[in-house]
């Protein structure tokens, strides 16, 4: 992946560094140290545009949901994409996945330019591309059996064989923690994490390389999140599955993802290793994230959105500085700030940033921040 520097040049984010932090993960997945990601996304730019006959009422509700995003992920690694409601997390996982088409922009996976490829081809290529939703209510129809909605991708991608595809549905159910009498109850019979393990086996039936799992635990109860969380990342090991993983809490993706991107208004403000993210926050949102991780004292949650805030003004249309300039307390009355739109670019090995003064408000918020622990790992309790 390629990003654009300060001089209009280009950088490279360090990448080699990926066993390593497969390594200190403990996830046991094999991310592929020098080799071609799996995954290359380049520029992608989308604005959603109303279908009023008036050209002004269109441009006025114009949202630029995504400005030019680029990220890549290895074989074997989880990517986290992080933000807050509206930032476009899912507008990127729907381009990548050719759900939704991007005005503009490459996604290139294994190689393959996915924007150029005939239906025919894509239809091929998605049983390598799957995803799993939030919300598993809706993305499982009642009438149909368990069995028979983990079946359907199978016949869909030409596996008439009735009874392997039956024996593999079945293995499939079985490793996500169903048994076989489960399997001919209808979706609507399971508890919520009960069908985001049906949603997960949907999923991966078809043997996929790159799983994107688009807030899979936000509508569950937390007590059932951990155990989900669980299983994704014991299946990542056994099946060595790539994850682009979009959560809004930071606190999930630390311990899930080998890297985070921050999102903001559509676009990757910071990206870092999961732990280099954490111990050396950079752009000023990441650090208003980081402060607005609950904990469990009332006084330190209220001090610390008074502050910051938290609130990104949805769809909102920046004008030509930093899209965040409006809130943040770095850079408010800053000249530069308001005037000049800051790049993406590398400030130390595999950690980039977008801000003219990065650092500056991790350094005026150390000491709360280091008094506050982030909760705990839900898979290290
Ligand atoms: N189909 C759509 N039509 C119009 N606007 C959309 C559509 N989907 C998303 N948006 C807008 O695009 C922005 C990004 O949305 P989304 O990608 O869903 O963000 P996230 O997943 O981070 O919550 C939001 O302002 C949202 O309202
Ligand atoms: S560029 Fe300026 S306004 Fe934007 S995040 Fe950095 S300090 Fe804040
Ligand atoms: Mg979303």
Request: glycine share 8%; net charge neutral.
């Amino acid at each position: 992946m390629t990003t654009i520097n300060d001089d209009g040049g280009t950088v490279r984010p360090g990448d080699g560094d990926a066993v390593e932090r497969g390594m200190r993960l403990g996830s046991g997945s094999a991310v592929e140290r020098g080799a071609r990601p799996l995954l290359e996304v380049h520029g992608l730019t989308k604005t959603y545009r109303s279908k009023s006959v008036s050209a002004r009422l269109r441009r006025a509700n114009e949202v630029k949901a995504l400005r030019e995003v680029s990220f890549d992920v290895m074989r074997g690694e989880t990517l986290g994409l992080v933000g807050e409601s509206g930032s476009g997390k899912s507008t990127a996982a729907s381009c990548v996945l050719r759900l939704t088409e991007p005005d503009s922009g490459s996604v290139t996976f294994d190689g393959v330019d996915v924007r150029a490829l005939s239906k025919a081809e894509l239809r091929r290529l998605r049983s390598r591309m799957q995803i799993v939703f939030q919300d598993p209510y809706g993305s499982l129809d009642p009438r149909f059996s368990v069995r028979e909605l983990v079946e359907e991708p199978l016949l869909v991608h030409g596996l008439r064989d009735e009874k392997a595809r039956r024996e593999r549905a079945l293995q499939m159910l079985e490793r996500v923690g169903l048994s076989a009498s489960q399997a001919e109850l209808n979706a609507h019979a399971f508890s919520g994490g009960q069908r985001q393990r049906i949603a997960i086996a949907r999923a991966l039936v078809l043997n996929p390389e790159l799983v994107v799992l688009d807030e899979p635990v936000t509508a569950l109860d937390v007590s059932v999140q951990a155990q989900v969380l669980n299983l994704l990342t014991e299946l990542q090991k056994e099946l060595n599955l790539t994850y682009l993983f979009i959560v809004h809490d930071l606190a999930v993706a630390q311990y899930l993802c080998h890297r985070i991107a921050v999102m903001y208004l559509g676009e990757i403000v910071e990206m870092a290793s999961s732990q280099e993210l954490f111990d050396n926050p950079l752009h000023p949102y990441t650090v208003t994230l980081l402060m607005a991780a609950p904990v469990p004292d009332p006084d330190v949650m209220a001090g610390r959105r008074t502050a910051l805030g938290t609130t990104a003004p949805a769809g909102s249309k920046p004008g030509p500085g930093c899209p965040l300039q409006p809130r943040c307390p770095v850079g408010m009355n800053r000249p530069e700030c308001s005037s000049q739109r800051p790049l993406l670019r590398e400030v130390a090995p595999g950690h980039l940033v977008a801000c003219h003064y990065p650092g500056e408000l991790k350094a005026a918020v150390a000491a709360p921040l280091a008094n506050t622990a982030i909760p705990e790992s839900p898979l290290n309790p």
